[in-house]
């Protein structure tokens, strides 16, 4: 069911937008090399309760995954592009992490993510980041009340075709709201014109990603971690967006 949000709940999902961002802003300050995964997880468990936030992610169970989620964190190394499960590893120079992370605050979520190089860049991991973004940046300015939500998906996927890359349809964005993960479901790739109306209230999270030379992907034994099905490296990029009558809001927008 697709609902809609008044301007005084958007309001109200503010907070949400700015906790998340000021997480995943800290997390990519923190991100090293030498720095361990399980400590991304424990800083984001400890800003989650010393906000008195909820986290969306340790109780989350849905059908693919082999068991309760277990942590606060998505971390996706490398070949890892989403729900990668935070595991004992300590990140090493010149590896692509994304970080993905959801939490609640007063009975509202934000979600957001953000992909970021450790130590020295690689040339194609720093253009595939960027197109990411662009591809982002693209979506959101497609999210306008009148458009329709093949226009977000249409936007998003031209960035990455213009840049020789796939867009997978499995996983995308999504309605945020009291939960994570609601209708209307956001494919990164789509035709313009076509599909829902966007209406003002609407609250959806936009996510581009984009794996280096494939749009294939495999699950780790855990039924979390997705992997590129060839070992190419991937990129994540996600904020919470609000339908206005004029420009979208970003409520995970970072300073």
């Known amino acids: ?13 503010r907070p949400a ?37 909820t986290s969306c992610y340790i109780d989350y169970h849905p059908s693919f995954g082999a068991m309760p989620f277990g942590k ?51 040339p194609e991991d720093v253009r595939l980041i960027e197109v990411a ?12 009340g009148g458009n329709r939500l093949g226009d977000i998906s249409h936007a998003i996927g031209s960035v990455a075709r213009s840049e020789g ?35 003002p209230g609407l609250v959806i999270a936009i996510e581009p990603w984009f794996l280096h030379s494939t749009d294939e992907i495999r699950f780790d034994p855990d039924g979390w971690t997705i992997r590129s099905a060839d070992g190419s490296r991937g990129a994540h990029v996600e904020h919470t967006v609000a339908i206005t009558d004029g420009d979208p809001i970003v409520l995970t927008a970072r300073d």
């Open 17 to 53: 937008g700015r906790f998340v961002a000021s997480v995943i802003s800290a997390l990519a300050e923190k991100a090293d090399v030498g720095v361990n995964l399980l400590e991304l997880d424990e800083l984001a468990h400890r800003m989650i309760k010393d906000a008195g936030a």
């Open 165 to 199: 890359l796939k867009a997978n349809l499995q996983f995308g964005g999504h309605g945020v709201g009291r939960t994570m993960h609601g209708d209307p479901h956001v494919p990164n790739d789509g035709q313009a014109g076509r599909g829902l109306k966007l209406r």
């Open 133 to 144: 973004q662009r591809a982002l940046d693209a979506g959101i300015a497609a999210a306008r």
């Open 72 to 122: 606060v964190l998505c971390t996706s190394v490398n070949d890892a592009v989403l729900h990668g499960l935070p595991f004992d590893y300590t990140l090493q120079d010149g590896d692509l992490l994304s970080v993905d992370f959801a939490a609640s605050v007063d009975g509202w979520v934000s979600d957001s993510a953000l992909s970021v190089i450790v130590g020295t860049p690689r």
């Open 1 to 13: 069911m697709i609902e809609l949000r008044t301007p005084t709940q958007i309001e109200q999902m």
